[in-house]
Every structure is written in C-alpha cells, then in structure tokens.
C-alpha cells in the first residue's frame, strides 16, 4: 500500500491542525495504521495507532487527551486530530501502515512495513 500524508503547516500554540493519511493500492482496510513523529536532530517517536476496525486506538502519553486518530475505510484515509498544539509537536509527521500488527505491536515503527513520506508540522509560540 502507499501512502501520503499531508495536512501539516503553522499554527500557533493553542491552535488545532487535522493530518491525513490516504491510502492506495492494496486493500487499506486491513490495515492498522499508526502515526510517528521525528523533532529535528530527534529520534522518530510513536504518537498514535489504530487497529485496522477501527475497535482499538492507543496514544503516546503526552499526546492523550489532545490528539485523536480516526479513519474512514470508505475513503482509504486515517485522520490524526491534533488540539491545544504545543511548540514540542513542532516535527515531521509520518504515518505508516501494516495488515500484520498485533496489538501488543501497535506502538513499534518495526512493526509497519508501508511508510508515507511524512508533512512538517510547526507550532509557533
């Protein structure tokens, strides 16, 4: 499957910015998807992952209660709902997708074979 991220920009601290991931190729439903990000000179981090029915979604602590990952199978996209932004999420998204996660792997980057080629996000002070 391939995959584009887009949605990113600059926003202030405090604003709200909304990611997707679409999807094609393969069939993306059965896919769980996941979103990561790298800050510059950082290593690439977990943010968000979803099961491919939608039934679990798990978070890095710091982004629970601000961030929420949603997805339309309809539309082959994954959403990552980003509030109450920080000037500390300023980083490239990336999103990345796989038909084989197990649940206890949703969090590991070594766990998604397809990778998008990520959307910068800053948020200015």
């Known amino acids: 499957v391939q995959l584009q991220a887009s949605g990113g920009g600059l926003v202030q601290a405090g604003d709200s910015l909304r990611l997707s991931c679409a999807a094609s190729?393969?069939?993306?439903?059965?896919?769980?998807v996941a979103w990561f990000r790298q800050a510059p000179g950082k290593e690439r981090l977990f943010v968000a992952a979803?099961?491919?029915?939608?039934?679990?979604?798990i978070y890095a602590d710091s982004m629970k209660g601000r961030f929420t990952i949603s997805r339309d199978n309809a539309k082959d996209t994954v959403f990552l709902q980003m509030a109450a932004l920080r000037p500390e999420d300023t980083a490239i998204y990336y999103c990345?997708?796989?038909?084989?996660?197990?649940?206890?792997?949703?969090?590991?980057?070594?766990?998604?074979?397809?990778w998008g080629q990520g959307t910068q996000v800053t948020v200015s002070s």
């Open positions: 990345a997708a796989d038909p084989s996660v197990i649940h206890s792997n949703l969090a590991s980057q070594s766990a998604y074979r397809s």
């Open positions: 190729g393969r069939a993306f439903r059965g896919h769980s």
């Open positions: 979803i099961k491919w029915n939608s039934r679990h979604t």
